[in-house]
């Protein structure tokens, strides 16, 4: 992305804007973390959009929340969102989008690694900002905020890896990215 351009900011919008939607698809957990679509949709626009577009999508995506707009999961937002339990989740989405940007340009098992380092990353800024907020140890943090979680997390993967090429070819033919 070398230049500004009508083409680069509406990809960038409407990352950003289906981020915000995919996020109100939640299902809460007995612990008070929802599952949300969010960290299949997060990897996906880093692989469409590439490192740089995907990472300002989900820096534009964190300031609509941070000034209110209701873009977060059960259409919360305001900057209380990211000093809360699941705080570090939300911090960690640019990481994981500029790491699944990585990932498009590699095949195969290459990808798939860059894709659990950006799951990775966010995960352990979760459970930091959760164990911070909450003064809970390590072991409850794992248990509230990832164990649950990896069945589905591990779903949302393969289906990211399986897709994105696929996705991306189609949006480049249309023009879109």
């Known amino acids: 992305m070398n230049?500004?351009?009508?083409?680069?900011?509406?990809?960038?919008?409407?990352?950003?804007?289906?981020?915000a939607v995919l996020s109100q698809i939640a299902i809460p957990t007995p612990l008070g973390v929802v599952m949300t679509l969010q960290t299949f949709v997060v990897p996906l626009v880093g692989c469409l959009l590439g490192w740089k577009?995907?990472?300002?999508?989900?820096?534009?995506?964190?300031?609509?929340?941070?000034?209110?707009?209701?873009?977060?999961?059960?259409?919360?937002?305001?900057?209380?969102?990211?000093?809360?339990p699941t705080g570090g989740f939300l911090l960690g989405f640019?990481?994981?989008?500029?790491?699944?940007?990585?990932?498009?340009h590699q095949g195969g098992l290459r990808?798939?690694?860059?894709?659990?380092?950006?799951?990775?990353?966010d995960y352990s800024l979760g459970v930091a900002v959760f164990m911070l907020v909450t003064g809970s140890g390590l072991w409850a943090a794992l248990q509230a905020c990832v164990f649950i979680f990896l069945p589905l997390e591990a779903v949302k993967q393969v289906c990211v890896w399986v897709l994105a090429p696929r996705l991306s070819r189609v949006?480049?033919?249309?023009?879109?990215?």
């Open 171 to 177: 949006l480049e033919r249309a023009g879109a990215i």
């Open 53 to 84: 577009r995907g990472t300002i999508a989900l820096v534009v995506y964190l300031l609509l929340g941070a000034v209110g707009a209701p873009v977060f999961a059960e259409f919360s937002g305001g900057f209380h969102c990211f000093v809360g």
């Open 3 to 19: 230049r500004v351009s009508v083409k680069n900011m509406t990809a960038i919008a409407v990352a950003a804007a289906v981020v």
């Open 94 to 104: 640019p990481l994981m989008a500029m790491f699944a940007g990585f990932a498009a």
């Open 111 to 121: 990808r798939a690694m860059w894709l659990l380092a950006g799951v990775v990353v």
